[in-house]
């Protein structure tokens, strides 16, 4: 009888990521990756390699870190935790410090159940695809013996360079005698975003900003704004500020109990950008899920907008392959380049709202532009398999048919989650009644055609 042969680890769209505990999350896949990822920066140069590590605050985090960090031992490579943090925390230490990577270890939105790690490069960057596939296809072939274990040298000192980095991106900002309410969802930025806030004067309402390893995400944080809402207008604050669980999105409430996503960011940030000369190429970069008003609003101002595919990565490649200045998703990442570093941070964001002259003088509701919102019904309709959609009949078919009906007043967008077993279904124009009918008839379509 032989053993099975060891599976390749598949990256997603951000990462490995799944239940905890089960492939491609199990302890051997996990030790595998690592020293799959270590000889691959030992490909990179000759140099003495450190890769310094962060988590979200999930109970599963620290066997996870004790994994890689074996792994990573086998090709003598040694390991630095910084702890708690967010990922574009641990994302900057990278890039800042003398570190030859990074590893994030974070489910980002999804329950405390699952997890997942980011791999960035020294850069600060995620890695490459290719470089993914180079690791992916690595692991599974490694004879890994007996390993070590070794512990990881703690470092959480480092959190506190990243706030004079945050200090000194925002120098004159004063919010002394201003209330701001914070949910860090009890994940990264649970302790961090609070004390930054609170170091640059502000009277800080922390909500949800208490890991205890199982309720990171859980009714708060970026994808329940809504439970912040009654506290912001009772506080009296000029904004709520809503992280997801690794910190890299936000979502605002605004200082009228208005909840505000990525796409009244990438419009109130990217008009001031413009009007003072400082948004590069007069163009903003978002992906196919934003809303068509905050397109017509934009141009309505006289800025372009390049639209790219679903995922940070996407919007980032294409900032960096033009040299442009802002980005968003709707879901709440907003990517700034004028400090030369590319990365979506919703603290960061934060300060840049906080930042606008409106904000302090009149409130933040005062700030933000608003715009006429197409109606847009999102369904994520569960499938066990993802084979090509447009090697699927009926879903073309019902796609195209509902597009000619939509004609240039809406649009439909059809895709695979990267992360889960799910097909977004997204309708989007000018009469709700169509679009709600609209999709409900493509979701079904879909799942009848996907069902195995």
Known sequence: MTDEPTPRPEFGTDGLRGPAGQPPLDPDTLRRVGAAFGLWLQRQGPERKRVVIANDGRDSSSWILECLAQGLSSTEVSSTDIGLATTPALAWITRSGSFAAGIMISASHNPATDNGIKLFADDGHKISDAAQDEIADLAPKLDLGELTTPRAKEESSLLTRYQERLANSFVGLDLSGKTIVVDAANGGGSDLAPSTLRALGADVVAMHCEPDGWNINEDCGA???????????????????????????????????????????????????????????????????????????????????????????????CMRDRGLTLGA????????????????????????????????????????????????????????????????????????????????????????????????????????????????????????????
């Not at 999105?249 to 605004?254: E, P, Q, S």
């Not at 066990?384 to 007043?409: N, T």
Request: aromatic content about 4%; proline content about 4%; charged content about 25%.
């Open 223 to 317: 994808l329940h704004p809504d439970g912040i809402v009654e506290t912001v207008i009772a506080s009296g604050a000029v904004l709520g500020i809503c992280l997801d669980g690794d910190g890299d999105r936000g979502i605002f409430v605004d200082d009228r109990g208005r909840i505000r996503d990525g796409d009244d960011c990438l419009l109130t940030i990217g008009a001031h950008l413009a009007e003072h000369g400082r948004l590069a190429d007069n163009t903003v970069v978002t992906t196919v899920m934003s809303n068509l008003g905050m397109h017509k609003a934009l141009r309505g101002l006289g800025i372009d907008i390049a639209v790219t595919p679903v995922g940070d990565r996407h919007v980032t490649q």
């Open 329 to 452: 998703e709707t879901s709440g990442h907003v990517i700034f380049a004028e400090d030369g570093y590319l990365a979506g941070d919703g603290l960061y964001t934060a300060l840049q709202l906080l930042a606008l002259p409106q904000t302090l003088e009149n409130g933040s509701a005062a700030a933000f532009l608003d715009f006429e919102r197409f109606p847009q019904i999102l369904l994520n309709v569960p499938v066990e398999s993802k084979p090509p959609l447009d090697d699927v009949p009926a879903v073309i078919a019902c796609r195209e048919e509902i597009e000619r009906s939509l004609g240039d007043d809406g649009r439909v967008v059809l895709r695979y989650s990267g992360t889960e077993n799910l097909c977004r279904v997204m309708v989007e124009g000018p009469v709700e009644d169509d679009v709600q009918r609209f999709a409900a008839r493509l979701a079904s379509v879909v799942e009848d055609s996907l069902r195995t």
